[in-house]
């Protein structure tokens, strides 16, 4: 009995699995017009995908190099370029001093450096001056 019912059972599921596959082939071949849309619409968005993260990606940035020219033609030394990023950090002279291991009388020589070499009269338009000529970012 247990063999006969095992195989009404396979005899059912196989039927079931025939019935099951002529109805997807009658509609495919009923939709076949909406099948290749569909498959080119998704060629398309993998083909958009693809060039987005490939083709359109942004550049990697450029390292940032100070503008040396300006440096240059404003005759600024590297220990002032230190005391114009401390500038630009919001730091006071005490804590530039402290941070640089240099005196207090020291950086401000060198801050009066350069609110003379950038043509500022406060620490503020030396920094925007700085930006403005590419020496800081």
Known sequence: M???VLL???LLAA???LLQWLDYQRLVRSHIGDLYIFLIAGGFLALGVWLGVRG????????????PQAVAALGLSPRELEVLDELL???SNQEIADKLG???????THVAR????????????AVARARELGIVK
């Open 2 to 4: 247990g063999k006969r």
């Open 56 to 67: 359109i990606a942004r550049p990697a940035p450029r390292a940032f190099d100070g503008n």
């Open 8 to 10: 009404y059972g396979a």
């Open 102 to 108: 240099v005196s207090l009388n020291t950086v401000k």
């Open 89 to 91: 950090a919001g730091r």
């Open 15 to 17: 039927g079931t699995l």
């Open 114 to 125: 350069l609110l003379e070499k950038l043509r500022a009269k406060r620490r503020g338009d």
